[in-house]
C-alpha cells in the first residue's frame, strides 16, 4: 500500500473544509474527493469530538444570498479581503485558502465590532467567489466614499455602494451605524 503525500494533502484539506463547516459539494471540487470518503471523514471527525457549523441544505445563488445592504456590505468586506489575500489570481480561480483567511479575517472584526450577530456562511462567500472567477461579479469602486465594493450580476437589491447606503440608513434611523443592522 501507498500512502501517497498527495492524498494526505487531500485529506488534510477535506478535515479543514469540514471543520470549517463547507458542504461536501465544494470539499469534493477542492479535496478530489469522493462522498463517500467525505462522510467517513465526517464520521470520524465526531467520533474525535470535534464539531463544525452545520452547512445549509446545498448551496444558494448569488441571487438569494445577496438580499438586503447590510448583506451586500458583510460580503464586501470578505470579498475586498478574499482579493487582498488572493490577489488578481481570483479572477481566474477560486483560491480556497485566500478565502478562508478572508473569512477569517472578517470573523475577527465581526466579533470585535458586532459580537452577537450572525456570520454570513462560508458556503455563500464560496458561491461568489465562483461568480468571480466566471466574471458574473466584480468589484466596482465608489465615487463618494472612495472605496471597492462587490457586486454580482444576478443580485437584485441595487448596485450602488453598501457602505454609503448603508450610512444614510443609519443616519435616517438617527441611529448609530453598526454592522449589524
Ligand atoms: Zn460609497
Not at 153 to 160: I, M, N
Given at each position: 500500500m501507498q500512502l501517497g503525500v498527495e492524498s494526505i494533502q487531500r485529506i488534510t484539506l477535506a478535515r479543514e473544509l469540514i471543520l470549517r463547516g463547507y458542504v461536501n459539494k465544494i470539499i469534493e471540487i477542492e479535496s478530489g474527493l469522493g462522498t463517500k470518503t467525505l462522510n467517513r471523514l465526517r464520521m470520524s471527525l465526531k467520533e474525535e469530538g470535534k464539531s463544525w457549523p452545520q452547512p445549509p441544505r446545498g448551496t444558494r445563488q448569488a441571487q438569494t444570498i445577496i438580499k438586503r445592504v447590510a448583506h451586500r456590505q458583510e460580503f464586501s468586506i470578505i470579498m475586498l479581503a478574499y482579493r487582498k489575500y488572493g490577489g488578481d489570481s481570483i479572477f481566474q480561480h477560486v483560491s480556497i485558502t485566500a478565502l478562508n483567511s478572508a473569512y477569517d479575517t472578517y470573523r475577527h472584526l465581526k466579533g470585535e465590532f458586532a459580537p452577537h450577530t450572525e456570520l454570513a456562511n462560508i458556503n455563500d462567500c464560496y458561491t461568489l467567489a465562483v461568480d468571480l472567477r466566471s466574471a458574473e461579479a466584480e468589484y466596482e469602486n465608489c465615487t463618494d466614499c472612495n472605496v471597492s465594493y462587490f457586486v454580482s450580476?444576478?443580485?437584485?437589491?441595487?448596485?450602488?455602494c453598501p457602505f454609503c447606503l448603508n450610512r444614510e440608513n443609519a443616519q435616517k434611523n438617527q441611529a448609530p451605524a453598526s454592522l449589524a443592522s
Open positions: 450580476f444576478s443580485q437584485e437589491s441595487s448596485y450602488r
